[in-house]
């Protein structure tokens, strides 16, 4: 199973970027798909999660501004990033867990700057 997470980017502070997780292999009946970050200096933290029936949580500091979606045909999760912030600089890392087990995907580096 490999997750396979694109998207990243430099943008500008107030700029957008939308991020894509897709997994491939053999990998069914994804209960929970999630986009987590790291900063430099700083632990990995949750972003926002998605379960498979759609239900969906943020980190208070991107609530209104990063909207996290899915695709379960597609088995891809999704990260809309708005208004973006220099704090939302980091390493995003996408995860998937199915059948009892966790999957990460390599990372990919948001940098929020002007």
């Known amino acids: 199973v490999q997750l396979q997470a694109s998207g990243g980017g430099l943008v500008q502070p107030g700029g957008s970027l939308r991020l894509s997780c897709a997994a491939s292999?053999?990998?069914?009946?994804?209960?929970?798909m999630g986009w987590y970050r790291q900063a430099p200096g700083k632990q990995r933290e949750l972003v926002a999660a998605i379960t498979r029936g759609g239900s969906t949580n943020y980190a208070d500091s991107v609530k209104g501004r990063f909207t996290i979606s899915r695709d379960n045909a597609k088995k891809t999760v999704y990260l809309q990033m708005n208004s973006l912030k220099p704090e939302d600089t980091a390493v995003y890392y996408c995860?998937?867990?199915?059948?009892?087990?966790?999957?990460w995907g390599q990372g990919t580096l948001v940098t929020v700057s002007s």
């Open positions: 995860r998937m867990l199915a059948s009892g087990n966790k999957y």
């Open positions: 292999g053999s990998i069914f009946m994804i209960n929970h």
